[in-house]
């Protein structure tokens, strides 16, 4: 018998996972979700059925998936009374939030920050962990059904993974902000830089950036640095990023 | 006759500029460089001769590009006694700089930072300046022979999108070295962002950042800052660039 799951939550990731799984030839014996309206929603969709509770979630499935918000997981954790394996699907949040299950894991695709996307997850990396050496060998085994990217890593290496985003994604989206903005400021066209940062992102993923590295602070061309700060006093926010961020790269490079 | 043109430099600029307006049919009269080698390389290349000293180029041709180092502009320009536009191809330096010629330029292809690279004039920006309403028609109309994104910007406007390149660019690559290094002193897979580093910058050629900005700051998830606050304490020069960018990040919102 094909192992049989049940759906804890109703958004994206559920959705997606749920329709994913039952592609495989998983079983989705049911859905719950907190609004039960959703629940019901999502059931339909998988042709299931949607529960209203907690305690009417069958005991004995093979496994859990709580694809809820971080800060509601732990509510939810608490609330499972089963024996099958229970995951959250959360970047950032230990697997230690699901201590209250022998059985606890995560299974976190490693999606892109995409709302309401639809997700292939054959092109995704799915990170997985587990408390247990056979539930790891069996939460691997699912993964891999959806995606040949499957790895295993520590909650302490997820949150690592975390804060290295933040700094690949939020971070430098902050600057591409700034950058348009000065464009618009100066009545350039806004596009003007879009190839660098198309050209500048894709490179970072050649090579390592710390080696292609360039720029006023790499060349050590101090009457450009100089410039640079005379021209953004206006504005102490920028001229303290430029400054700091400037000081980093040197960090880096040999001057 | 068509336009007689004086190439100053032997660089790669120099060479892809000489033989793209060759390309279209212009002259080039003939190839100057500080090292006399490179001129009679490039002289070969454009079918052209090499001079040896700058007082043997000829004063009646019609354009004269200096493509050379930022800082060698001054001395090389000081060095010419000639009548036609003398334009410059830095993106940083000031028109100012040619002021011993009334008729100065700027020539300006805006490419990225791909040294040795064959550049494709057709798909990039050339922004052009001059002192002459007369010159600026000029320049625009050989600009034009090449792409067909041509755009008169003063010299202040490019200095602040050289500004703006900074962060586009050299920054957010820092950035992106950062989330590597951190992915590697975790023994994770340092590819592992590779797709989201690569769909952050398509989106923001497509969106302006601000308005697209992810993360706990926006989300003003202070859990998640501490938590990340605490795992870069071993590195104070990340820790400071996250505090920073965190709170320039949530200048821009409503938190």
């Known amino acids: 018998m094909s192992p049989a799951i049940a759906i804890i939550g109703s958004g994206n990731v559920a959705t997606q996972l749920g329709l994913a799984l039952q592609n495989k030839g998983l079983n989705i014996a049911c859905v719950y979700s907190k609004t039960h309206n959703n629940a019901i929603a999502l059931a339909q969709l998988l042709d299931t059925k949607a529960v209203q509770f907690t305690n009417e979630i069958p005991n004995n499935l093979d496994w859990y998936i ?37 059985r606890r894991g995560v299974f976190y695709p490693l999606q892109t920050i995409t709302k309401n996307a639809n997700i292939d997850f054959s092109a995704i990396n799915i990170l997985v962990e587990s408390a247990d050496e056979n539930d790891a060998i069996l939460i691997k085994k699912y993964a891999k059904l959806l995606s040949d990217k499957v790895l295993e890593v520590s909650s302490a290496q997820r949150q690592m993974l975390h804060v290295a985003a933040v700094f690949a994604n939020n971070f430098t989206n902050h600057l591409m902000g700034i950058a348009k903005e000065i464009l618009e400021t100066n009545n350039l066209p806004t596009n003007l830089l879009d190839d660098l940062i198309l050209q500048t992102a894709n490179k970072a993923t050649l090579q390592h950036p710390f ?25 102490s926010d920028y001229l303290r990023l430029y400054l700091l961020l400037t000081e980093s790269i040197g960090s880096k490079t040999n001057h």
Chains 1, 2 share one sequence.
């Open 211 to 235: 080696s292609i590295q360039t720029g006023p602070k790499v060349r050590n061309d101090i009457n450009t640095i100089n410039k640079h700060i005379e021209l953004l006093q206006s504005n």
């Open 66 to 102: 709580i694809a809820v918000n971080d800060d509601a997981i732990a509510a939810v954790s608490a609330q499972l009374n089963v024996n099958g394996i229970v995951t959250h699907t959360s970047g950032s949040v230990s697997i230690e939030v699901l201590c209250k299950h022998e």
